[in-house]
């Protein structure tokens, strides 16, 4: 169990594998059944061409690996091919992590390495969206009597 554990750690280092390799691909349903449960996701854009995006795929790894149903979950969306899912959240270039809560876009940050900074910026952007309100469907208006 250990030489393929090597062996992949060696793929993933050597460019043998692509980034997302290790981390589930973004899909609509799998959100969607995400957003459904309640849990905080965390959607990770990277590139073939990218290497900090190789050093964040190993950090991101260890902490969907170590977190337990407090992790957020994390999803890897291809930079390239999912020009649309980008735009929506202003996703200028790979290795962008987009931190949502609840289906609702929360915060994004760009360059994150170690797992103390990524853990912090979710612990952050959770703090700061448990104070907003839930949206509402707006009240019809009747006239007085």
């Known amino acids: 169990m250990a030489s393929v554990v090597t062996r992949l750690a060696l793929a993933l280092a050597f460019g043998a594998l692509p980034a997302s390799a290790l981390v589930p691909a973004y899909r609509a349903e799998r959100m969607t059944e995400l957003q459904n449960s309640g849990r905080v996701v965390l959607v990770y854009f990277t590139s073939q061409t990218c ?9 991101l790894e260890r902490l969907q690996q170590g977190g337990g149903r407090t992790a957020p979950a994390i ?6 091919a999912e020009p649309g899912l980008r735009r929506g959240w202003g996703v200028t270039t790979p290795g962008t992590l987009v931190l949502l809560r609840a289906g609702v876009y ?10 103390d900074d990524i853990r912090q910026f979710v612990r952050d952007g959770v703090s700061r969206s448990r104070g907003r309100p839930k949206a509402r469907a ?3 208006v009747r006239p007085k009597r």
């Open 138 to 140: 707006p009240r019809p």
């Open 106 to 115: 929360v915060d994004k940050a760009t360059g994150l390495v170690s797992e």
């Open 51 to 59: 290497t900090l995006c190789r050093q964040q795929e190993e950090t």
């Open 75 to 80: 999803l890897s969306a291809d930079f390239d």
